[in-house]
């Protein structure tokens, strides 16, 4: 009876261990016959960015919380249809805050009082006709935006420049590994792994802080260009 105890126990123990085993998969070794080479390359490629995001928002100050909101609502509202005005479509439009803050008078070994509310609104828009971006901020100005940043520009879609720099990245290091087996008198004979150690994904260009008294100013916006990069971490063979 023990003996059939214990060998229940190990062939449980056995189950255990081999669904324990089938969760985390097989793990994969590679043996390496000749000399082994580590490379980091990366590609790198630029594109002219085609999506412009700002933000824009209206503060307005009133004796009473309700006025406030009210009056931060219908500037806003203002604000909008100037956008929609400019061709900006509703789902390019999202209001990213409203707040609503008390002010207070602070006075000398007095309780501080209560004067008035302070309102804010704020909505982020999205647009692709950046080099019109300056008409736009100027429009916003107009219609009561007193609060505005941006223009932050990125890449829409970036994978398909990704995926070049990262041809690139490959190239590069097949490269340098020709250079250092022909340096050592041997060959590449193949590639034993690559990773993607990270890179410089497109990400908003520096923000510009828009002057809002500048009501009549006429804004140039300039995409420049945006830089992409891609690291790869390559392990070769060389014999």
């Known amino acids: 009876m ?4 214990l060998a229940g126990l190990c062939l449980g123990a056995a189950v255990v ?14 043996t390496i016959a000749g000399t082994r080479l580590d490379i980091t390359a990366t590609g790198e490629v630029t594109r002219v960015p085609d999506v412009a995001v700002i933000s824009a928002g209206v503060v307005t100050s ?4 309700t006025g406030a909101l009210q009056e931060a609502a219908d500037r806003m509202a203002r604000v909008g249809a100037a956008l929609r005005s400019a061709g900006i479509a509703d789902r390019d439009i999202q209001t990213s805050s409203v707040n609503l803050n008390p002010e207070y ?5 007095q309780p501080p009082q209560l004067t008035g509310y302070t309102a804010s609104n704020q ?24 609060q505005i940043n941006g223009p932050n520009l990125t890449i829409d879609k970036p994978e398909a420049a990704l995926d070049e720099a ?29 990773s ?4 410089n ?18 804004t140039k916006i300039e995409p420049g260009e945006q830089k992409l990069e891609v690291t790869l971490n390559l392990v070769f063979e060389l014999q």
């Open 123 to 146: 909505v982020s828009i999205r647009f692709r006709d950046i080099r019109n971006a300056g008409r736009i901020l100027d429009a916003l100005v107009k219609q009561g935006a007193n």
């Open 166 to 194: 990262r041809a690139k990245a490959i190239a590069s290091g097949r490269a340098r590994a020709d250079l250092y087996a022909r340096s050592l008198g041997m060959r590449v004979v193949r590639v034993v792994t690559v």
């Open 201 to 218: 994904y497109p990400g908003p260009i520096r923000p510009m802080a828009v002057e809002a008294r500048a009501a009549s100013a006429d």
């Open 196 to 199: 993607e150690g990270g890179g």
């Open 2 to 5: 023990r003996y059939l105890l």
């Open 105 to 109: 008078r602070y006075d000398n070994d």
């Open 62 to 65: 009133s004796a009473t919380a």
């Open 17 to 30: 261990s081999g669904a324990a085993e089938a969760q985390q998969g097989p793990a994969i070794t590679q």
